[in-house]
C-alpha cells in the first residue's frame, strides 16, 4: 500500500562514502534548484571518510511542473597531492579525471 507525504519539506540523507585510497574531491548538482536542495554541496573526502548529505525538497504542485528530467548528479576528483583539505571548483576543470553519477529523482504524487 502507498503512503502520502503529509505536505511540508521533505528531506532524507543519503551517505556519500570516500572508498579510495586516495583524498577526494566532491561537488553535488542539482537539475531544479528551485525545488531541491542538496548541503553540503560540496566537500572533501579523506581516505575511507564518510559525509552525511541533506537532501531537501519543498513542495509543489505535483503533476503541474514537468519532473521527468530532476535528477542529482555526484561529480567527484582525486584531489592534487599536498592539497589543503579545503575544496576547490578548479579541480573539476582541469586535465585530472571527474566521475559522475547521475541519481534521478523519482516523486510520490
Do not use: H
Not at 548529505?53 to 542529482?72: K, M, P, Y
Not at 592534487?80 to 504524487?109: C, H, S, T
Amino acid at each position: 500500500m502507498a503512503q502520502s507525504v503529509p505536505p511540508g519539506d521533505i528531506q532524507t540523507q543519503p551517505n556519500v562514502i570516500n572508498s579510495s585510497a586516495r583524498r577526494i574531491g566532491y561537488g553535488i548538482k542539482t537539475t531544479n534548484m528551485k525545488r531541491l536542495g542538496v548541503d553540503p554541496p560540496c566537500g572533501v573526502l579523506d581516505p575511507k571518510e564518510a559525509v552525511l548529505l541533506a537532501v531537501s525538497c519543498d513542495a509543489f504542485a505535483f503533476g503541474q511542473e514537468d519532473t521527468n528530467n530532476d535528477r542529482i548528479t555526484v561529480e567527484w576528483t582525486n584531489t592534487p597531492d599536498g592539497a589543503a583539505k579545503q575544496f576547490r571548483r578548479e579541480w573539476f576543470q582541469g586535465d585530472g579525471m571527474v566521475r559522475r553519477k547521475n541519481l534521478p529523482i523519482e516523486y510520490n504524487p
